[in-house]
């Protein structure tokens, strides 16, 4: 009875780790989605809006919610506070579950925003969202296959161990 017990808690915790492996694809996925649906709404907002920067960043936070959305309300803090360095952008955008390369991006392109003329920062915006769509496409290819395989994986692995010591 005790090795079904234990069995059985080393079985629930072999999976529960599987589904936190998937979630962290699954959040970084969401994550590059909604960044990417930022840069579109920006996109929208500079070229035929002609709004300011804030306003649109303002816009976005308003009908959103997730990690991108807080991240987002503090850059905009920064914004109305007048400083924007590298180092705070930088602790704006830091998410755990994003890779390295993806931070840099995000830092970069929040360090330069709004400091180049119309065309200038049109071209930048071009250019981060084929960077973000390479991007946004490996991050929905290892939330398929990657963090799919985790929790299948975690699930099988606490089912084999359960049967072990049974």
Do not use: H, W
Request: charged residues 30%.
């Amino acid at each position: 009875m005790l090795k079904l017990t234990i069995g059985g808690i080393l079985c629930f915790i072999c999976a529960y780790l599987g589904i936190v492996g998937k979630q962290y694809y699954d959040r970084r996925y969401r994550y590059l989605r909604d960044y990417n649906d930022f840069l579109l709404m920006l996109s929208d907002g500079i070229s035929y809006s002609k709004d300011r920067l804030p306003y649109i960043c303002k816009k976005y936070v308003e009908g959103g919610k997730g990690a991108f959305c807080n991240n987002l309300k503090e850059y905009i803090e920064l914004i109305d506070g007048g400083s924007v360095r590298e180092e705070d952008v930088k602790k704006c955008f830091e998410y755990k579950c994003l890779k390295k390369s993806d931070k840099i991006m995000l830092r970069d392109f929040f360090v330069e925003l709004g400091k180049f003329d119309y065309d200038t920062q049109l071209s930048k915006l071009e250019s981060n969202r084929a960077q973000l769509s390479k991007a946004l496409q490996q991050a929905e290819k290892d939330n398929k296959t990657t963090g799919q395989m985790l929790a299948k994986l975690g699930f099988v692995l606490g089912i084999a161990i359960m049967i072990i010591l049974a």
